[in-house]
């Protein structure tokens, strides 16, 4: 099994910044993507960025509404993924989930979640 556990979560005024972090355990081989994923009020789910566990750019992907304000990392070595925002707006409110996909396994891992509020 795979367990991950976010940190970082809280209160944000606009414009301001949080970084957000997940740590996985567990299984680690295998696992292939490594991304963020947000429901806001009222809203699905939707995929906020991910990146290639693999990859040697290390680069990520991300949606069009966080493009340029938010940056995806990972330590492989600490098997753990970020998340840092910045230039936070109140529509970036949202309960924020880490998640690990494992193409071998057909497997998605979650997170518990954790809450991001921007307001003044």
């Known amino acids: 099994q795979v367990q991950l556990v976010e940190a970082g979560g809280g209160l944000v005024q606009p414009g301001g910044s949080l970084r957000l972090s997940c740590a996985v355990s567990g299984v680690i081989f295998g696992l292939d993507v490594m991304g963020w994923y947000r429901q806001g009020p009222g809203k699905e789910r939707e995929l906020v960025a991910s990146?290639?566990?693999?990859?040697?750019?290390?680069?990520?992907n991300y949606a069009d509404s966080v493009k340029g304000r938010f940056t995806i990392s990972r330590d492989n070595a600490k098997n753990t993924v970020s998340l840092q925002m910045n230039s936070l707006k109140p529509e970036d409110t949202a309960v924020y989930y880490c998640n690990v996909r494992s193409f071998s396994r057909r497997t998605d891992y979650w997170g518990q979640g954790t809450q991001v509020t921007v307001s003044s």
């Open positions: 990146i290639i566990r693999d990859s040697t750019d290390g680069r990520g």
